[in-house]
């Protein structure tokens, strides 16, 4: 596990964006944190990073949203009001999953039991005004990932 102190939203946005300059397809992001802890702000970064120009919101009420306009595919995810793991088969989630598009899932503790193996979690603190992101990567892809955007 790896963290970092991001002092303001400044510096998560310039987190995010360098993450989505890193991504590759198939890769699937799995935030949690507090409501309100920067979830959907650090999506919409990595959203810029991947090139991507819509808007972009948080899919609370649809489960997901899908922007298609950047260099790679970004399925978003809130799983916040899911009730079991199953539910997300009726949207087809093992398709996204397996797609070359990028995944970002808030709140994916929820379906932490249908979870790709290979994977890489974000916890998001508060720290104070601040916030504390800590990585979990699951695989050498996620790995190589995180080394890369946490390098100074």
Same mark, same amino acid.
């Given at each position: 596990?790896?963290?970092i102190y991001?002092?303001?939203?400044n510096a998560?946005?310039?987190l ?7 991504l590759?397809?198939g890769?699937v992001?799995c935030?949690?944190?507090?409501? %309100?802890?920067?979830k959907?702000a650090?999506t919409?970064?990595?959203? +810029?990073?991947l090139?991507?120009e819509?808007d972009?919101t948080s899919p609370?009420?649809?489960? &997901?949203? @899908?922007? @298609? ?9 809130? &799983? ?6 199953d @539910?997300?088969y009726? +949207? %087809?989630?093992e398709?996204?999953?397996d797609s070359d ?10 379906i ?5 193996d /290979?994977r890489?979690?974000?916890? +998001?603190?508060?720290?104070? /005004?601040?916030r504390?992101?800590?990585f979990?990567?699951r695989g050498?892809?996620?790995? /190589?990932?995180?080394?890369? &955007?946490t390098r100074?």
């Amino acid at each position: 596990m790896r963290s970092i102190y991001l002092e303001n939203e400044n510096a998560t946005s310039s987190l995010g964006q360098k993450i989505g300059k890193n991504l590759f397809e198939g890769a699937v992001l799995c935030l949690n944190g507090d409501l %309100g802890a920067g979830k959907t702000a650090l999506t919409k970064a990595i959203a +810029i990073g991947l090139g991507i120009e819509e808007d972009i919101t948080s899919p609370t009420f649809t489960i &997901v949203n @899908e922007y @298609e306009d950047g260099r790679l595919k970004l399925n978003h995810f809130d &799983v916040y009001r899911i009730g079991s793991s199953d @539910e997300m088969y009726d +949207i %087809g989630f093992e398709e996204y999953i397996d797609s070359d598009g990028v995944c970002i899932i808030e709140w994916s503790q929820i379906i932490e039991d249908i979870l790709p193996d /290979e994977r890489l979690d974000i916890n +998001i603190k508060y720290e104070g /005004e601040a916030r504390r992101l800590e990585f979990v990567a699951r695989g050498q892809a996620y790995e /190589e990932l995180v080394e890369e &955007v946490t390098r100074a």
